[in-house]
């Protein structure tokens, strides 16, 4: 997977054909999406650069609001790891440090779903590794880290390469 996507309970086909008909617009005729078995959640496997794929959103629900209605959030995912701690933290802190300038502060978040994997202990250890300041409030980079189960998607982003429809649709009547 390279893109996760939240939307709705029991909307998860309709966000499915909302996805595929977005990556279709960008070039994509035949991604992977799969609806997981977790509530409001499907992944996807595009050949389309998964970083490009929360713009085109955004600029698609800006230009005609009612174009975007069952994908809540689009998350690009940079790396697939086994959900195992210590794979986590490996492919994490290694991504951190290679995407993250030396000046650049930075948060770790976890968003954990069908696991008893430690939230806790994988923000401290990847912590430990990046010797970046850290701003929960104001962070330049967010180091994501989204359990799904066995697998877990591992990015580094800056705010606006999370699509977000409640964020922008906030936005657009401020």
């Known amino acids: 997977m390279n893109l996760i996507i939240t939307c709705a309970r029991h909307t998860e086909e309709d966000a499915a054909g909302e996805l595929a008909g977005m990556l279709e617009s960008m070039g994509d005729d035949s991604p992977e ?10 992944t996807a496997r595009t050949t389309v650069e998964p970083a490009s794929v929360p713009a085109k959103f955004r600029e698609a629900l800006e ?3 009612w ?4 994908c809540l959030r689009v998350i690009p995912v940079f790396e697939t ?8 933290v490996d492919a994490a802190t290694a991504m951190a440090l290679q995407k993250i300038p030396g000046d650049a502060t930075y ?5 954990k779903r069908n696991t008893g994997v430690s939230g806790s202990e ?9 010797s970046n300041p850290v701003s929960l409030e104001h962070a330049d980079a967010t180091i994501l880290i989204e359990i799904l189960g066995g697998t877990t998607g591992i990015s580094v982003l800056s705010g606006s390469e999370i699509f977000s429809a409640e964020k922008v649709r906030r936005g657009m009547n401020a």
Do not use: H, L, N
Request: glycine share 8%; no cysteine.
């Open 33 to 42: 999406i799969t609806v997981t078995p977790m509530s409001g959640i499907i």
């Open 63 to 65: 230009d005609e609001p």
């Open 67 to 70: 174009s975007v209605r069952y």
């Open 81 to 88: 790891v086994r959900t195992d701690v210590g794979e986590i």
């Open 107 to 111: 948060r770790v978040t976890v968003e």
């Open 122 to 130: 994988i923000i401290s250890r990847v912590a430990r590794g990046v």
